[in-house]
């Protein structure tokens, strides 16, 4: 059975073709801008509607602890993988990686990938040890998001979801098991579930934020039962970082817990604006550093 798991695994690794790539960047990119434009216009919202203060804490906190938990996920596969990564390397990848997730493949497990066979490990082995933490954090929400679902009322999407993050840990486990470092293993096991919880939280915190720029309240199970369509796009793997496909997940759980189809449209969309345009300064800040590193090296 782990075998056929590391098998599915490394199938995912594996990019799309280059003649779907295209096509399926471009569907998405329009999909999702036309629903924007729709959600927009039909929650009746200005510009002067919009509350700046949490905006502006989406983009300057919970993008940034976004992507300091990428970092620590990225730490955390190279130490399955016996490797102990610096704090520079840990934030590049969690860039890059995070910007492959544009394209239309599972571009962030392909970047770690490569990271962690550039360290040393295996094709097989770095696969394995890129994917105990993203199934990890599958089956954390996936059980969290599954309960708030029930929570709301949607208890038949709850408990579906509930068992599919059930099953998640338990792949999660067998993988550890089968390839984490005989050595300091229950605290290796304790930081990926702190890494993988606090990915949930901030997921869920961003949910809020974007909610409360324009003037919606969310409740705590509303904010983690939306964090499961994160979940999913994730696991569906080939669409650019789920765009389009996030959002129209987040518009299809709406309803089930108490909101509004166009709300949980903008929600979507807000919260991927500021992320994107967050992580484009991010990339711009780490590329300046390295220029100036180099010249400075050089003198």
Known sequence: MLQRMQALLERRARPLPDRYRRPILAFATIALSLAMVWAWNRAELTIDDLSWTPLAALALIAAPASLLLKAAEFVVAARIAGQRPNARRAMETAVVSSAANLLPL???LLVTVKALADGGAGYG?????SSVPGIAWLGI?????GLAL???GATAVGLIVL???AAALVGAGAIFRSTGPNDGRPALLLTIVVVETGWLAVSGLRFTLAAATIGVDLTLPQALALSVAGAITVAIGFF???LGIR??????????IGLDLQVGVLLG????????GFLALAGLGLAGGRRHTSAVSER
Do not use: M, N
Request: hydrophobic fraction near 55%; avoid cysteine.
């Open 106 to 108: 599972p571009g962030s």
């Open 125 to 129: 082995g770095a696969v394995a040890a």
């Open 141 to 145: 929400t996936g059980v969290a998001g």
């Open 150 to 152: 029930v929570v709301e």
């Open 163 to 165: 068992a599919g993050g």
């Open 240 to 242: 650019p970082g789920g």
């Open 247 to 256: 959002e129209a997940l987040i518009a299809a759980l709406s309803p089930l």
């Open 269 to 276: 969309a807000i919260d991927r604006v500021v992320w994107l």
